[in-house]
Every structure is written in structure tokens, then in C-alpha cells.
């Protein structure tokens, strides 16, 4: 299984975060949940610098296949 970064809005009146949490434990060691403090459902349009840092950190952890 791949490594699986979840990004997700505190304030996400869609899908609550519990809602994340409980995925990720469904999911397991692989996933990762990052949550997103003052952004909902759309963390990549209210809060794209920490959505990006957050995205970058993932990416550099990750290496290429051969």
C-alpha cells in the first residue's frame, strides 16, 4: 500500500474532521491526517501556503521508484 496524506479542514462543515480520523484509522499506518486550523471544505483555496507546506513536507518524504 502507498503512503496516503489526508489534508483536511478544521472547520470542514462537510466532512468533519472526526469524520478524517476515522478514516485514517480504517486506513491505517500509511495514512497520514494533517489537519488544517481556520480552513474548511476547500483548505486548498482558503489556505494554500500551509496546504502547500503541508503538501511539500509529504512529497519529500517520499522516494522515487527505481
Not at 474532521?17 to 483555496?45: F, T
Amino acid at each position: 500500500m502507498q503512503n496516503i496524506l489526508m489534508l483536511w479542514g478544521e472547520d470542514d462543515d462537510f466532512f468533519p474532521i472526526e469524520n478524517a480520523k476515522m478514516l485514517k484509522e480504517k486506513l491505517g499506518e500509511k495514512a497520514m491526517l494533517r489537519s488544517i486550523s481556520k480552513a474548511g471544505h476547500l483548505a486548498q483555496l482558503e489556505r494554500p501556503c500551509v496546504y502547500n507546506h503541508c503538501l511539500k513536507e509529504f512529497l519529500a518524504t517520499i522516494s522515487p521508484e527505481p
